[in-house]
C-alpha cells in the first residue's frame, strides 16, 4: 500500500487546478466552430458526420467524380465522399457525444475526459508511492504545457489516445470498480476495451503498444489470472474489431486506412548519419536528427520540467516499497520513451511556416505526449523530498506550494504566451478567422469552388475547397471549374504586377479573368470567372 502523506486541503488545491484546467482548456471555443489545424476542421467534420450517419464519409458528390483533389488536407476523396485521411477513432468515438449532446460538446470532451484521467493517474501513482506523490503528479498532469495545449485543440488525436491509455491501466492496475473488497472482472473487460480503443484512435502506435503489453504480461504473469486475461483479450478484441469494422465501412476494406490510400507524405530528411532501410522506423533511422530534437523539445522546451524530473528519476529507483514493480516501470516507460524519441525524432517535421522556429504546435510535442507524462511522477518525487526536509508541517507545505506555483507560472507562460503559436495568439487567429468565414461566406455561393494556400481550414465544409492556386494542375481545372460553379480565390494579396500577368497573360489564355473583391489584413479573396 501507498504512504498516506498528504498536504493540507489537497482535494481544494486539486479542485482548483482542474478548474483552472477546464477554463484554460476552452480558451480556442468559438462559435463559428474555426479551429487552429485542418486535422481539427476535419475531425469535427467527421465526428458531426458519425452523428448523422454512423459513417466518416462526405455526402455523395458529383462534383467530387471529376476533381479528385477538391478536398481540404487531412481528407481524401473516395468514390466521390471526402473520407478522413487519417485515424477513426476520434470522430467516430466523439461522433456518438455528438448525436446525444449536440455539436457544442466536441469543445468539452477532451479536456473532461483528460481530467478524469488525470485523477486516474493520480491514483495510480499513488498506489506505488504516496497520496502526496500521486496529487503532486495530477497536477503536473493536467497543467504540462504539452498536454494543456493539445487538450485546448482537443480535435487532434494525441491527448485522446493517451487518456485512454491512462484510463486502461488505472483500471487493471487499480481496479476500483467492484463490491467492497472484492474488484469486478468488469475492471479488466473495461481496461482491455480502452487499451484496444488506443489502437483505434492512433493506430500508428500500434507497435510499441502491442510490445509493452507482451513486456507487462511477461513481467506480471504470475499475477494475473486467466479470468481476468480472458476479460482483458475480450475487451481489447471489441476495440479493435470496431476499428476494422470502421475501416471497412468508411474505406471498404478493414486494414486501409486513411494513410494508406492517400499519397505518400512528403518528407525531408538528410542522408547522413541514417539508415534508412529499417523497416520497423517509418521515417528511417536517422539518430542525430533524433537526438537534436529531443534536446529542443523533449529537454530545453520544458527546462524546469527536465531539470526536477532527473534526481526524481533517481529516487523512483531508490525507493524501497515496491521497488521491484518500479523498476520494471520505470524501465519500460524508458524503453517506451526511447523507441519515440527515434520513431519520430528521426522525422524532419515543420509544421510552422518558418522551419527555424521550435514551438509547441510542431508535432514532436504532440507523438511525445506519453514520454512527458512519465516524467510528472518523477518531478513529484523530487518536490516531496525537498519538501520533506522541512521542520513542520507548514514549512513543508510552503515549500510544496512555492514549487507548484513556480512550475505553474511557467507552464501558463509556455502554453498560453510563449511564441509564435501560443494559445493566446492563437485564440487572436482563430477569432479573426471566424469573421473571415463569415464575410467570404456572404461573398460566395453555396456551390462555389474557392481555391487556397492554407485557408481551407476556414471555409471547409462550408464551400468546397481546393488547394494550393501555385500548381499547374489547380490551372488546368480552372475552365472546367469555373463552368461548373462559381470560383474565387483566398490566399495572399497580389502585387498589382502579378494580377496585371494573370489578367493579361496566364488566365487570359484560358479565357478567364480575376479580379479582387476584399481584403482581410494581408490576404484577398478574388472572384475568377470567363471574360467575354
Known amino acids: 500500500m501507498a504512504s498516506k502523506d498528504r498536504f493540507p486541503f489537497q482535494h481544494v488545491w486539486m479542485g482548483l487546478i482542474a478548474l483552472l484546467f477546464l477554463v484554460g482548456s476552452l480558451v480556442l471555443m468559438n462559435p463559428a466552430y474555426v479551429f487552429v489545424s485542418p486535422d481539427e476542421t476535419a475531425n469535427g467534420f467527421f465526428a458531426e458526420r458519425v452523428a448523422q450517419t454512423l459513417i466518416p464519409q462526405g455526402e455523395q458528390n458529383d462534383l467530387l467524380q471529376s476533381f479528385d483533389r477538391l478536398h481540404p488536407r487531412s481528407t481524401l476523396v473516395l468514390e466521390g465522399r471526402v473520407v478522413p485521411g487519417s485515424f477513426l477513432g476520434l470522430p467516430v468515438l466523439y461522433g456518438f457525444f455528438v448525436m446525444i449532446l449536440g455539436s457544442k460538446v466536441l469543445w468539452f470532451l477532451t479536456p473532461l475526459l483528460t481530467i478524469i484521467a488525470a485523477f486516474a493517474w493520480k491514483k495510480l501513482i499513488a498506489r506505488f508511492t504516496s497520496d502526496l506523490v500521486g496529487a503532486l503528479a495530477f497536477a503536473l498532469f493536467l497543467l504540462h504545457p504539452a498536454i494543456w495545449y493539445y487538450t485546448a485543440r482537443g480535435l487532434m488525436h494525441n491527448v485522446l489516445f493517451l487518456d ?84 471497412t465501412l468508411t474505406y471498404g476494406s478493414a486494414f486501409t486506412t486513411g494513410y494508406t490510400i492517400g499519397s505518400t507524405p512528403v518528407i525531408d530528411i538528410p542522408i547522413t548519419d541514417s539508415i534508412d532501410s529499417v523497416a520497423l522506423l517509418p521515417f528511417g533511422f536517422h539518430p542525430m536528427n533524433a537526438w537534436r530534437h529531443f534536446l ?123 511564441g509564435q503559436d501560443g494559445l493566446l495568439k492563437m485564440r487572436a487567429e482563430v477569432l479573426r478567422g471566424a469573421e473571415i468565414q463569415e464575410s467570404v461566406l456572404r461573398y460566395t455561393e453555396v456551390t462555389s469552388v474557392i481555391i487556397v494556400d492554407r485557408a481551407d481550414k476556414l471555409f471547409f465544409p462550408h464551400r468546397s475547397v481546393w ?23 483566398y490566399g495572399i494579396t497580389f502585387p498589382e504586377e502579378d494580377l496585371t500577368y494573370l489578367n493579361e497573360s496566364r488566365l487570359k489564355r484560358m479565357n478567364l479573368g480575376i479580379e479582387r473583391i476584399e481584403t482581410y489584413d494581408e490576404e484577398s479573396l478574388y472572384r475568377i470567372s470567363i471574360t467575354p
Request: glycine share 8%; charged share 10%.
Open 467 to 489: 488547394y494550393p492556386l501555385r500548381d499547374e494542375a489547380t490551372y488546368e481545372a480552372m475552365p472546367a471549374l469555373v463552368e461548373e460553379s462559381g470560383l474565387y480565390y
Open 296 to 418: 529542443a523539445y523533449g529537454v530545453t522546451m520544458f527546462w524546469w520540467i527536465s531539470l526536477l524530473a532527473l534526481p526524481g528519476f533517481f529516487l523512483l529507483l531508490a525507493q524501497k516499497a515496491h521497488r521491484r514493480t518500479l523498476r520494471f516501470v520505470v524501465a519500460l516507460a524508458t524503453g517506451i520513451s526511447i523507441w519515440l524519441v527515434f520513431m519520430y525524432g528521426s522525422w524532419e517535421i515543420h509544421d510552422n511556416p518558418d522551419p527555424t522556429q521550435i514551438t509547441m504546435a510542431n508535432s514532436y510535442v504532440r507523438y511525445w505526449l506519453p514520454m512527458y507524462v512519465c516524467a510528472t511522477p518523477m518531478v513529484a518525487m523530487t518536490i516531496r523530498w525537498v519538501s520533506s526536509r522541512g521542520r513542520s508541517t507548514l514549512t513543508r507545505g510552503l515549500i510544496i506550494a512555492t514549487f507548484l506555483l513556480a512550475v505553474i507560472g511557467l507552464n501558463v507562460n509556455a502554453t498560453f504566451l510563449q
Open 164 to 247: 485512454l491509455l491512462v484510463l486502461g491501466a488505472w483500471l487493471w492496475v487499480n481496479r476500483p470498480i467492484g463490491r467492497g473488497k472484492t474488484p469486478s472482472i468488469w475492471n479488466e473487460l473495461f481496461a482491455g476495451l480502452l487499451i484496444g480503443l488506443t489502437f483505434f484512435v492512433r493506430t500508428s502506435e500500434a507497435l510499441w503498444m502491442t510490445g509493452a503489453l507482451l513486456l507487462a504480461g511477461l513481467i506480471w504473469w504470475r499475477t494475473i489470472s486467466w479470468g481476468r486475461l480472458r476479460a482483458g483479450m475480450f475487451g481489447l478484441t471489441v476495440g479493435i474489431a470496431l476499428l476494422l469494422l470502421m475501416n
